[in-house]
């Protein structure tokens, strides 16, 4: 029976210097969170490999937010923060590929997403424009939009420009997005 490791475990094991550590954390997280993420995306119109990319990918951004130090441990459980994370990539790669989500709870964030998508940001005829206005902002809303514009999640967007977490690179994206629209439209 393989070892069983507390959340605490796991992220010491990740900070150390030792690679046999990490990759025992790896080995343990991928088998861990497997069924979970497995049984989430498969039951949202997804096949098991793409299942597996996704874990994949939450492994390799929690490892990243683990060694820069930008996983709080005290805000979230991992079996959470990996949940989240998976839910986020999968309903964006729906988006990509303009499936809806089966699981009625999820309808909701996939119809946000998809007006996020709509609004005059992602979508605003004059790019040009965009691009002037964006060079008026301070250089973390310039790189926070950017990155938003160009499809990463806010997990992601956390780590490029060094937020504590997604929620707070969330606040600051709503933030910046209200400066940019005032700057487009100044009656906003």
């Known amino acids: 029976m393989a070892k069983r490791y507390s959340d ?11 690679i046999r550590m990490h990759n025992e954390a ?8 497997e069924p979970m993420i497995l049984r989430y995306v498969t039951s949202n119109s997804g096949s098991r490999e793409e299942a597996e990319e996704i874990l994949n990918d939450v ?9 820069s130090e930008k996983f709080e441990h005290q805000d979230a459980k991992i079996s959470t923060y990996f949940y989240g994370v998976a839910k986020r990539k999968w309903l964006t790669e729906l988006k990509k590929q303009k499936t809806r989500p089966r699981a009625a709870e999820d309808i909701e964030a996939w119809t946000q997403a998809d007006e996020a998508d709509d609004s005059q940001f992602t979508n605003y005829e004059n790019q040009e424009l965009v691009e002037r ?15 938003f514009m160009d499809g990463w999640s806010m997990e992601d967007i956390a780590v490029m420009v060094g937020f504590r977490n997604a929620a707070s690179a969330k606040a600051q994206k709503y933030h910046c997005l ?11």
Not at 178 to 188: A, E, H, Q, V, Y
């Open 8 to 18: 605490q475990e796991v992220i010491s094991m990740l900070q150390s210097t030792d």
């Open 59 to 67: 492994v390799f951004t929690f490892f990243k937010n683990v060694r």
């Open 26 to 33: 790896l080995k343990f997280l991928h088998k861990a969170y």
């Open 178 to 188: 209200k400066r940019l629209g005032k700057l487009i439209n100044p009656s906003l």
């Open 133 to 147: 206005l964006l060079e008026k902002l301070e250089p973390n809303c310039q790189k926070l939009i950017r990155a």
